[in-house]
Nanobody, 128 residues
Framework: QVQLAESGGGLVQAGASLRLSCAAS????????LGWFRQAPGKEREFVAA????????AYSDSVQGRFTISRDNLKNTGYLQMNSLKPEDTAIYYC?????????????????????WGQGTQVTVSS
């Protein structure tokens, strides 16, 4: 089991950038695939981005493709989500999640149920 803690959220204007961080502790971060999800008020949680344990393969939702970048630094036990050209519709609580490395994590995971450990979330608000 790994403990996750997100940070870096905030209130920004449309067009701005933010970088979210996901600090991992309790287990070697390199033993886990990493994903980012978000949940807006009144909406279901949705996939944002994911990467494999090495960071060599990534996947994005259509709504953030080309604007967001997922990365990780296993030596620092930290994952990142760089968010550029933010839009009001990006407003949500953002969660990072980890899945133990297995045959299924050879590719980035875009299904929330595949992840076992979750952070508490960080609020991102984008004003128009």
């Amino acid at each position: 089991q790994v403990q996750l803690a997100e940070s870096g959220g905030g209130l920004v204007q449309a067009g701005a950038s933010l970088r979210l961080s996901c600090a991992a502790s309790g287990s070697p971060f390199s033993s886990y695939a990493l994903g980012w999800f978000r949940q807006a008020p009144g909406k279901e949680r949705e996939f944002v981005a994911a990467t494999t344990w090495s960071g060599s393969s990534t996947a994005y939702s259509d709504s953030v493709q080309g604007r967001f970048t997922i990365s990780r630094d296993n030596l620092k036990n930290t994952g990142y989500l760089q968010m550029n050209s933010l839009k009001p519709e990006d407003t949500a609580i953002y969660y990072c999640a980890a899945a133990p490395v297995s045959d299924s994590t050879a590719q980035p995971l875009d299904i929330a149920e595949e992840y076992e450990d979750w952070g508490q979330g960080t609020q991102v608000t984008v004003s128009s």
